[in-house]
């Protein structure tokens, strides 16, 4: 393939050679042919000149030969001259042409049914404060869920995803800190009685004057004493997850049980689980997380910067990407009193409805939230275009012609900016059709 257009341009370079060398030639041969047209021309104009004008041929030829040279090219330099006057070299006055102004557009019959008229007005105006954000658990229906007694787990009866209601149980943990307790519980119980058998049979015989008062106040304040630790060896199996029924049997018929019940505490969905079957935890492990996925919270961290544009009740328009950019309404349910120091930021919250189930705790959101309404000067964002980083707005004229401003507005709010700076009240835009004006503007300087 190489040689073979090797060999094509070494042809193409031959073929070119050959055919400029003809035509040097010609060119060569029509110069000399009109060298020789005018070396003959000029020889008969000057015999005629010999034979009719003989004077004017004799004050020729006395002329110094730069002048008789100088007549051998006046035909050319005529010809030169005729050509420049051809394309207006020497015209004094050209004609000025009109240039269209850059911000100028000339609307047609099509372009005006695309484009809307209106009038800046000054109306209520509702700013929208962006904030990203996220998705989490509520926590007034949110339980972590622990181990009441060191112990080791002997059983697990829930698993993640499951629901359950209030008092079922989760697990089961063998204890031997709850066996030592209930042990406790039945010394103290067995002590009370002791010491209130000791006190009645003391009532009895300081009756009969058998025993000094200080003998029988002294049985009275053991039994007091032995009471009071039996309710406190109660109130510890309580704190250790038996409940009164449980701990009635126990001190009725005395059976001590090793193990102990992990209970939900509230009703929900288990969402964490971080035990498995023959591990040993103490009460500060937490085992289970159970919560309510029927209502969430929304929050976000507001630049303290904004923060006092945020109130409790302003009106939340939260959006989801995650389910197609699916928004809710909302109103703000809280916010924070004080900034936090490392991020310089102020925690906002509102509540979610979520009966479907659809919205997941960690999910990514923007809260819209909505500001307290004030008088502006407004414009709508369909009237608007933006060319290197600066806004602009057509401004209508005449019924024929809309010149493009620049404007200076603020932040965006219900599909409204306010006006800072120039346009006055009252004046005629093209509140739609904007981008359409601006193309056309394009075209026209461009002459298309």
Same mark, same amino acid.
């Given at each position: 393939m190489k040689q073979e257009f090797t060999e094509m341009m070494t042809k193409s370079k031959e073929l070119y050679s050959r055919y400029?060398?003809?035509?040097?030639?010609?060119?060569?041969?029509?110069?000399?042919?009109?060298?020789?047209?005018?070396?003959?021309?000029?020889?008969?104009?000057?015999?005629?000149?010999?034979?009719?004008?003989?004077?004017?041929?004799?004050?020729?030829? $006395?002329?110094?030969?730069w002048t008789q040279k100088g007549l051998f090219y006046l035909p050319w330099f005529c010809l030169f001259l005729i050509i420049l006057n051809y394309f207006n070299v020497f015209d004094r006055s050209p004609t000025i042409k009109s240039v269209q102004d850059p911000n100028v557009v000339i609307v047609n019959d099509d372009l005006r049914n695309m484009i809307t008229?209106?009038?800046?007005?000054?109306?209520?105006?509702?700013?929208?404060?962006?904030?990203?954000?996220?998705?989490?658990?509520?926590?007034?229906?949110?339980?972590?869920?622990?181990?009441?007694?060191?112990?080791?787990?002997?059983?697990?009866?829930?698993v993640p995803g499951q629901k359950v209601k209030q008092?079922?149980?989760?697990?089961?943990?063998?204890?031997?800190?709850?066996?030592?307790?209930?042990?406790?519980?039945?010394?103290?119980?067995?002590?009370?009685?002791?010491? @209130?058998?000791?006190?009645?049979?003391?009532?009895?015989?300081?009756?009969?004057?058998?025993?000094?008062?200080?003998?029988?106040?002294?049985?009275?304040?053991?039994?007091?004493?032995?009471?009071?630790?039996?309710?406190?060896a109660n109130d510890q199996l309580r704190v250790q997850g038996m409940d009164q029924p449980s701990i009635d049997r126990l001190a009725k018929s005395g059976v001590i049980e090793s193990t102990n019940n992990v209970i939900a505490s509230i009703p929900g969905e288990i969402v964490e689980? $971080?035990?498995?079957?023959?591990?040993?935890?103490?009460?500060?492990?937490?085992?289970?997380?159970?919560?309510?996925?029927?209502?969430?919270?929304?929050?976000?961290e507001i630049p303290e910067s904004n923060s006092y544009l945020i109130h409790k009740g302003q009106n939340v328009n939260l959006i989801i990407p995650a389910l197609r950019n699916a928004e809710i309404q909302g109103v703000v349910a809280h916010v924070d009193s004080i900034v936090n120091p490392q991020t310089r930021t102020v925690v906002v919250r509102m509540e979610v409805p979520n009966k479907d189930g659809l919205i997941k705790p960690g999910m990514l959101a923007t809260m819209m939230i909505?500001?307290?309404?004030?008088?502006?000067?407004?414009?709508?964002?369909?009237?608007?275009?933006?060319? @290197?980083?600066? @806004?602009?707005?057509?401004?209508?004229?005449? @019924?024929?012609?809309y010149r493009m401003m620049a404007v200076k507005l603020g932040p965006e709010g219900k599909g409204y900016r306010p006006v800072i700076s120039g346009l006055k009240e009252g004046q005629n835009i093209a509140v739609n059709g904007a981008f359409h004006l601006n193309s056309e503007r394009k075209r026209q300087l461009s002459g298309g």
């Open positions: 400029m060398a003809i035509a040097k030639v010609y060119v060569q041969e029509w110069v000399a042919a009109v060298i020789k047209a005018q070396n003959d021309l000029y020889v008969l104009t000057h015999e005629w000149f010999s034979t009719h004008l003989p004077r004017v041929a004799q004050q020729y030829d $006395k002329t110094p030969p008229d209106g009038e800046v007005y000054t109306g209520s105006f509702v700013e929208e404060l962006r904030a990203s954000g996220r998705v989490d658990f509520n926590e007034m229906f949110l339980s972590r869920i622990g181990a009441n007694v060191t112990g080791r787990v002997s059983d697990i009866l829930a008092g079922d149980i989760l697990a089961k943990i063998t204890s031997t800190e709850l066996t030592q307790s209930q042990l406790s519980f039945l010394k103290a119980k067995s002590a009370s009685q002791l010491a @209130d058998q000791a006190a009645n049979r003391a009532r009895i015989l300081y009756k009969e004057d058998v025993i000094a008062l200080a003998e029988l106040q002294k049985r009275e304040a053991e039994a007091s004493s032995a009471k009071a630790e039996y309710r406190a689980r $971080k035990i498995n079957k023959g591990q040993v935890v103490q009460p500060a492990d937490a085992l289970f997380t159970v919560a309510d996925l029927n209502t969430l919270w929304a929050v976000s909505e500001s307290q309404p004030t008088e502006k000067l407004l414009v709508p964002t369909s009237a608007i275009i933006r060319e @290197d980083n600066n @806004d602009y707005v057509f401004v209508k004229e005449d @019924d024929e012609t």
